[in-house]
């Protein structure tokens, strides 16, 4: 039964996942609403700060009203923020407010739901099973593309787009919530109190900031970044192999991460995220090569989210995932802000990303420093 219910949270995970398409929506609001590349990376970045930090209360949440009531919540909050957007004319505080905020909390609510109560339901698989559901989350991305830059390239406002966003998606996890099964709660997810080994959880948190920079900057600026070289086609169709890149890239390391050490596969993971997104931004390639650069910058990116919570599942034991893994999440929720913004911000004032493609390449290096240089953590007393 639970092999066949995991689909759920998977399909979940695709419909949140979404918000890696959002550079499909930059290009219309800077030439229609007069969006800078600064305030549409802003509102990406708020989206990932907002979903990682709403991560820190939605495990006591989950342990309230369960996995079904956890859904539910974010579909109705992920309806609201789309559904704001598109009434809002075009403001840039209501967009920040809408997506960045409701769908971000949203976001926060049902990936931490349902990225921990299926590992809790195969312990002995954890880095498999987290690479198969955070696998849903990358392909969100691939959806979206399909539905959102059908109604884009037939000439739809962005802001219609937003509002059959906010009710296809939103009405579809509705639904997911009715189908789950009541009796899968998680009330022992997490225990009331425990003594966090603070130096651990810093230097993970760290790493993952260091880890993501690069990928972030690429999801939130892709299309902008190719605007000028590719067509709208083909730069939907690398928005689409980027996601493809990060599902088989997470499902990979998570198969690897039960073999390997993940200090190996992070260096790896990493070296290559940073070279191509240094690339990508300083030099004009062949369409192909573009596309595999793409490629291996969403592999390199898709490492993070399964080697870090494979680590805390092994370090702490999974039935700690839900309250500790949200600290260390949050260096991805700074990165989120920091990334997209830095390149919007680069972009701005050098019209191209050469600059902000460079600093993605020593935020890389330095993320491999941080947590490849230390000895390998050993298992906590919490786990």
């Not at 972030?216 to 605007?227: A, F, H, P, R, S």
């Amino acid at each position: 039964m639970k092999r066949i219910v995991v689909a759920l949270p998977v399909m979940v995970m695709v419909f949140l996942g979404g918000i890696y398409a959002w550079s499909l929506f930059v290009p219309a609001l800077k030439e229609i609403y007069g969006f800078s590349a600064s305030q549409t990376q802003l509102i990406f970045g708020t989206v990932i700060t907002t979903y990682t930090t709403s991560m820190l209360w939605a495990d006591k949440l989950i342990n309230k009203i369960g996995f079904k009531g956890m859904i539910f919540s974010a579909s109705l909050l992920f309806f609201a923020g789309y559904f704001l957007a598109s009434v809002s004319g075009g403001s840039f505080l209501i967009l920040l407010i809408g997506i960045g905020i409701f769908s971000g909390i949203a976001t926060g609510f049902g990936y931490m739901s349902s990225i921990s109560v299926p590992v809790n339901w195969f312990p002995e698989k954890k880095g498999l099973i987290t690479g198969f559901v955070s696998g849903g989350f990358a392909g969100g991305s691939i959806l979206l593309t399909f539905i959102a830059g059908s109604l884009l390239n037939k000439g739809y406002d962005v802001l219609i787009v937003f509002r059959y966003i906010a009710f296809i998606y939103g009405f579809s996890m509705l639904l997911i919530a009715v189908l789950l099964p009541k009796s899968y709660k998680s009330k022992s997810l997490t225990p009331l109190a425990v003594k966090l080994p603070k130096r651990v959880i810093l230097r993970m948190f760290l790493a993952i900031f260091f880890g993501t920079f690069a990928g972030l900057l690429v999801i939130g600026n892709l299309k902008l970044i190719g605007y000028d070289y590719y067509t709208d086609m083909q730069l939907s169709l690398a928005i689409m192999l980027f996601a493809a890149a990060n599902i088989s890239g997470r499902i990979f390391w998570g198969w690897m991460s039960d073999k390997f050490p993940i200090i190996l596969l992070l260096s790896i993971a990493l070296s290559m995220q940073g070279l191509a997104t240094f690339l990508i931004g300083n030099f004009q390639f062949h369409l192909l090569v573009f596309y595999l650069l793409v490629l291996l910058i969403g592999a390199g990116f898709g490492a993070n989210f399964v080697v870090f919570i494979h680590e805390t599942a092994r370090l702490f034991g999974t039935k700690l995932i839900a309250k500790i893994y949200p600290l260390i999440f949050l260096g991805y929720g700074i990165a989120g802000i920091f990334g997209p913004l830095t390149g919007g911000v680069l972009f701005d004032i050098f019209g191209n990303f050469k600059m902000a493609s460079f600093i993605s390449l020593i935020v890389s290096i330095t993320g491999i420093l941080i947590f490849g240089t230390k000895r390998p953590m050993k298992q906590t007393q919490l786990a």
